[in-house]
């Protein structure tokens, strides 16, 4: 049986019972004809080309935005706290300041971005990509100018006052910024500009640490929420020139090199996954402050434009205890990786890190993720040194950053790749796969949000970043359409037509229900389609000697028995029609089925079937004492 094997029932007189019943049986999937060549594995079209030409220049831009701002970070960083000009990217508080610089630098820092928020923009707040992230699932991928020119700069204040938070987050948001608008001026579609938002955003991330690989796996598990080419090579395409132009502007070494051979055991890649949990139960801890912190400063009688300020107080005072806690800390992270940095310093950096990270991100200043969990993650690792087997300098801060980061941010790969491009320690990446993944399954488990997510959530929106196979896009029109339908000659009365299915039990026949007729002439040549209430209407207005064929709409909406499911949704989504004519591919007059909403949603319920669904497949037959003797005496 073909899909051209139908049943049309056509009437010019009444039909019986049986002629209207209606036996619709999905074809089996054996049966579905192999000529599908309008299909591919990837759409791709032209434009592809164009936006991945237009991402060129955001890359470039975005790599000298995120050096310009490394660079404003430094020189707030040496004017407070070192009393100089220079542009140098140092560490606040190196333990030589006055204890009131340390206590008071973060304070005020945190005022002037509490007044760049209220005054300027609030969307500066927050640490960058939440706000990315919204941007392009809820805002049609468009920021805002001034955001792109208020973020960096308050960015730079905070960090540079001492903040502890990293310069990532807020050049992805500038980066993005850049990438939106620029395809603002250009007449682009909401999915092109999300991906030059995209292009720029992971640009900017891919300047700052020189990890591109990393920057496309991020934008590939976090930003982008698919995985086609019309996004991803434009952003692979920005990512590649902002790294090139970077190289001149920053350098082109990797930003941790760890020198020193490793001699990894099994038991070392088993205890990889003790270090993984753990660093899970970390990322957990990490969360639950932020937004118990962001909880607490919405209880305080006083406008958040103050908060920043009074998270500034909570940084001073950390800062007073362990001044390596405060900015950005590459130093700090590339002794942990090295293995020359002391225990007492681990334990203060990973509690006091950890604390005033959490709690003044939460009063909603603005600063990034990534570098504090690398510090956080490494201080932790660098406590592991101390109890698990010696494997190489700097292996266990390394597997326990990687574990961190995916535990954080939900995102595996970027944690192990982000890793291994930072150090050059591509022989740990099966340790660090199993750290990360680890990690990552016990956030996933008992958390239901991210960092990055939660606050979207806390907006009134569901994020979901699991990708699955669409199940529409797997079944075609034919293997659920209807093949036994109800049609009319195109020269029948409307007052006929109507006859056809009025007074008939809704129990014994669908055709009732069927609300949409095709109207045919000669061997089912489809003429249009006519429905149930254009029929009445016609019949109402004494119009019912009327044929058909005048009543009928002549061009409907039509699909094919090869087409996939997704595609014919598409087309009912975007004519706002829910029923439609199926015509042989060769001969769009020749009428082959109807399929409706309804029958689009059995690809979703083998979906659903097949996930909970549970059987035994195969058994295992164990051959009992005996058994054999008994079998070969019947065979006797």
């Known amino acids: 049986m073909s899909w051209h094997d139908i049943v049309v029932t056509r009437h010019k007189t009444r039909p019986t019972a049986s002629d209207l019943l209606s036996n619709a049986t999905p074809i089996a999937p054996n049966d579905v004809p192999r000529d599908i060549h309008h299909l591919g594995d990837f759409r791709a079209t032209p434009r592809l080309v164009l936006i991945a030409a237009l991402a060129v220049p955001i890359g470039a831009v975005s790599a000298v935005v995120a050096w310009a701002l490394l660079r404003l970070i430094g020189l707030i960083t040496n004017a407070i706290f070192y009393q100089r000009v220079d542009t140098k990217l140092v560490a ?123 920057a496309i796996m991020l934008a590939v598990e976090l930003l ?58 970390l990322a957990i801890v990490a969360t639950i402050l932020v937004y118990a912190a962001e909880d607490g400063f919405r209880r305080l009688p006083v406008h958040w434009m103050w908060w920043p300020a009074i998270g500034g107080v909570i940084i001073g005072i950390g800062g ?170 195109s020269d029948l009365s409307a007052v006929d037509a109507l006859a056809e299915i009025s007074g008939v039990d809704p129990d014994k026949t669908d055709s009732r229900r069927q609300m949409l007729y095709p109207v045919v002439t000669g061997v089912d040549t489809l003429v249009g389609v006519v429905t149930r209430t254009q029929l009445e209407t016609a019949v109402h207005k004494n119009q019912g000697d009327r044929p058909v064929a005048e009543l009928c709409i002549t061009a409907p909406l039509v699909t094919h028995a090869d087409q996939t499911l997704r595609e014919t949704a598409n087309a009912m989504a975007a004519n706002e029609v829910d029923k439609m004519p199926v015509v042989d591919r060769d001969d769009s007059t020749r009428l082959v089925g109807l399929v409706s909403l309804t029958m689009l949603l059995e690809g979703r319920v083998r979906d659903v079937r097949e996930a909970n669904e549970s059987e035994r497949v195969l058994r295992l037959r164990v051959a009992r004492p005996g058994w054999l003797s008994r079998h070969e005496r019947t065979q006797d």
């Open 92 to 214: 606040p508080g190196g333990g030589h300041d006055h204890w009131y610089i340390v206590l008071l630098a973060p304070i005020i820092g945190g005022l002037v971005i509490g007044l760049m928020a209220r005054y300027g923009s609030e969307k500066i707040r927050g640490h960058g990509m939440p706000e990315a992230i919204e941007a392009i699932l809820l805002g049609g991928s468009k920021i805002q100018p001034r955001v792109a020119v208020l973020k960096p700069i308050s960015s730079a204040i905070a960090i540079g006052t001492g903040g502890p938070f990293g310069a990532e987050g807020p050049i992805i948001m500038t980066g993005g910024a850049v990438g939106s608008l620029f395809a603002q001026f250009l007449r682009l579609t909401a999915d092109e500009r999300k991906t030059l938002l995209v292009a720029g955003a992971s640009a900017g991330m891919a300047a700052t640490f020189n990890t591109p690989f990393a």
């Open 224 to 281: 982008l929420f698919e995985w086609r080419p019309r996004s991803f090579v434009p952003v692979a395409t920005a990512v590649c020139v902002a790294t090139v132009v970077r190289h001149p502007l920053l350098g082109s070494g990797v930003l941790f090199p760890v020198h020193g051979a490793l001699h990894i055991t099994p038991l070392a890649e088993l205890l990889c996954v003790l270090s993984g949990v753990i660093a899970g139960l």
């Open 320 to 489: 007073m205890i362990v001044p390596q806690a405060l900015g950005v800390g590459y130093n700090i992270i590339g002794s942990e990786l090295d293995g020359s940095i002391t225990t007492q310093l681990v334990i203060g950096i990973l509690i006091v890190k950890t604390l005033i990270w959490s709690l003044s991100l939460g009063s909603g200043t603005s600063g990034g993720v990534l570098a504090p969990m690398f510090m956080i993650g490494g201080a932790l690792g660098a406590l592991e040194t101390q109890i698990f087997p010696h494997v190489g300098p700097g292996f266990w801060a390394l597997v326990a950053l990687a574990g961190v980061l995916g535990g954080v941010m939900r995102s595996p790969f970027t944690g192990v790749v982000f890793a291994l491009e930072l150090t050059g320690r591509f022989d740990a990446i099966l340790p660090l796969i199993i750290g990360a993944s680890t990690a990552f399954a016990v956030s996933a488990l008992l958390l239901k949000r991210s960092v990055l997510t939660e606050k979207i959530a806390r907006r009134g929106y569901h994020l979901t970043r699991e990708y699955d196979v669409d199940p529409l896009e797997i079944y075609f029109v034919g293997e659920v359409m209807s093949r036994d339908i109800l049609s009319y000659e």
